[in-house]
């Protein structure tokens, strides 16, 4: 029998999505009756530690990671559904301050569900409105891509022990899809995010790594960490936002530093 420790998490969304077992899931959110739908987990051990983070920091990342693919859809957001599972011996004290997280985020919780475990587990689904949603698959040779901040910064902190928090990019999402021909969030590190672009889209990718904004402190291998949740966009003008390179005729992602290759690691869960 094959492990998933052996295929890895797209290889299994490949699988199912090839037998017709999910649909609709080739973008960072889908659209469901006229709302932007989208769900994302954090895992305690797996996402996160408590001993580098509150409760109350916890409680916004939750709320922003899913608002970050609002974002990518040119979303308004209008409700969260909170599903929160912790053990039994979690100060009550701490599961509020997990919620006024969340609330900082500005946008209400209109329902979802609590449950017992053996270790924390917050999953959250998003839900928005957008007039346009450019989704992954519509870059076009001739483009430029382009980023909305400074990448690194969550590999930079995890290095040094914390986390970050996740920028709210609602404002450059909805100016990105009104125009973008593709428009992602970078929450699996550049190359691997930019691979979901260049094979929906069925182009080649090249970005120069030189032109990539760096947080303070990040390093060129902190591109490959992920979770900065700022915008990736393939656009014909690039606009105010920062161009870093180019779609061209071909497939897969090509990473230059100063003209020579420069491979960056990403994230893939069970592998």
């Known amino acids: 029998m094959t492990k998933l420790s052996e295929t890895g998490e797209l290889a299994l969304l490949a699988e199912l999505e090839r037998r017709g077992l999910i649909v609709g899931v080739e973008h960072d959110a889908t659209v469901v009756g006229g709302l932007v739908v989208t769900q994302d987990a954090l895992v305690e051990g797996v996402h996160f530690r408590l001993d580098r983070t509150t409760w109350r920091e916890l409680g916004f990342r939750a709320a922003a ?3 970050s693919d609002l974002a990518a859809s040119g979303a308004v957001p209008e409700a969260l559904l909170v599903s929160l599972a912790l053990p039994g011996e979690t100060e009550v004290d701490d599961a509020l301050a997990l919620y006024e997280g969340i609330a900082e985020a500005g946008v209400p919780v209109r329902g979802g569900d609590t449950t017992a475990a053996p270790v924390a587990c917050i999953s959250v689904t998003a839900l928005g409105r957008s007039a346009r949603v450019p989704g992954r698959d519509g870059a076009q040779p001739g483009d ?8 690194g910064g969550a590999g930079a902190a995890f290095r040094d022990g914390r986390y970050i928090r996740p920028p709210l990019r609602m404002d450059a999402g909805s100016e990105l899809a009104r125009t973008a021909h593709a428009l992602m969030d970078i929450s699996d590190g550049l190359a691997v995010d930019l691979g979901h672009v260049a094979r929906r889209s069925g182009v080649r990718c090249v970005v120069e790594l030189e032109r990539v904004p760096l947080a303070e402190g990040a390093t060129m291998d902190d591109l490959g960490f992920g979770e900065d949740f700022e915008l990736l966009a393939a656009v ?5 936002f920062t161009a870093i390179g180019r779609v061209e005729e071909g497939e897969g992602v090509e990473l230059l530093l100063h003209g020579e290759p420069h491979p960056l690691a990403g994230w893939e869960h069970y592998r």
Do not use: C, D, H, S
Not at 144 to 151: D, E, F, K
Not at 236 to 240: D, S
């Open 65 to 67: 990671v899913n608002l």
């Open 144 to 151: 430029t891509i382009v980023v909305t901040g400074a990448l």
């Open 236 to 240: 014909a003008e690039p606009g105010r």
